[in-house]
């Protein structure tokens, strides 16, 4: 038996249950997840500044600096990809005709 067959089906069963729809699950809204992830986004340039007027003085270890960009970067990179599927998804919705 093929080993990716088997890693696939792992990672479905592994997905499935958050297929399911709970009609009495009352998580956090769609708003509330945005507002949080722009909160984080916006707390990672904050420190990632911080980091690097540290390191600038010469108060910051280079490994903290590194890995301050490291993660400012990874978070420009997932907001520039998000940024490129709503417009894709605005797009797409235009083209649909009345």
Excluded: C, W
């Excluded at 997905?15 to 990672?44: C, N, Q, Y």
């Excluded at 400012?72 to 940024?83: I, K, N, S």
Aim: glycine content about 4%; overall charge negative; cysteine-free.
């Amino acid at each position: 038996m093929d080993i990716r067959s088997l890693s696939a089906a792992n990672g479905y069963s592994a997905a499935r249950p958050a297929t399911k729809i709970d009609p009495t699950h009352t998580g956090p809204s769609v708003s509330e997840t945005l507002k949080t992830s722009f909160e984080d986004f916006a707390a990672t340039l904050q420190t990632s500044e911080q980091v690097s007027v540290q390191a600038m003085t010469g108060s910051a270890d280079p490994h903290a600096l590194v890995q301050a960009l490291a993660q400012t970067e990874l978070a420009v990179e997932t907001a520039v990809t998000v940024r490129n599927k709503v417009v894709e998804a605005y797009q797409e919705i235009l083209r649909m005709p009345v």
